[in-house]
């Protein structure tokens, strides 16, 4: 009789199998263009105020990954929309948080830290003269978000600072509005 071969039950904390997060970062340690992303959305007027978003497709190391996802996006009736869907503003905060919450999650769990609750609120302020061209000195965008995080789990506070000091090292949405990102636009008149 030969010995029976059992793989072993993957590591999963916080629902994330960590082993498989252990052996991506391996991977991309060894063959750094692998981890090389890229993103790619298409955005069209839908009438009024309203885009929707399509998600087609991302890369991951040079290979097309196909994604199908649309992002229905509107403003308030108080800023000219219908008011049907969350507005860019607030996308662009949600896009934040989601982002810093995988980090948390991730962070947690290869720490073998298990989370019971986690939640991240973001406000910032846009002055209106900026955005409608009434006052060219006032800022059109936010120039503060403060944001709270909330987190409870397994962890001592020392780990959940080090964690949270981890996510502000590591997001690519926290990098992403916390510095400056060059735009390329490009004008197509068809």
Known sequence: MGASTKTA?????????????????????????????NWHVI?????QTRSRAEIERYELGGEKVPRRFSIDIDEPRELGGSNKFANPQE?????????M?????AQCAVRGITLASLSIETDGEIDLRGFLGIDPAVPPGYETLSYTVRIKGSGTKEQFAEVH???M??????YNLSRAVALKPALIVE
């Open 9 to 37: 039950d993957p590591t999963v904390v916080n629902s994330i199998n960590v082993d498989d997060l252990f052996a991506l970062i391996d991977h991309v340690k060894r063959e750094p263009g692998k981890g090389k992303t």
């Open 43 to 47: 955005t069209t007027w839908q009438g």
């Open 91 to 99: 996308h662009l905060i949600a896009a934040l948080n989601a982002c």
């Open 101 to 105: 919450t995988v980090g948390y999650v």
């Open 165 to 167: 000091e981890a996510v």
């Open 169 to 174: 090292a590591t997001s690519p949405n926290f």
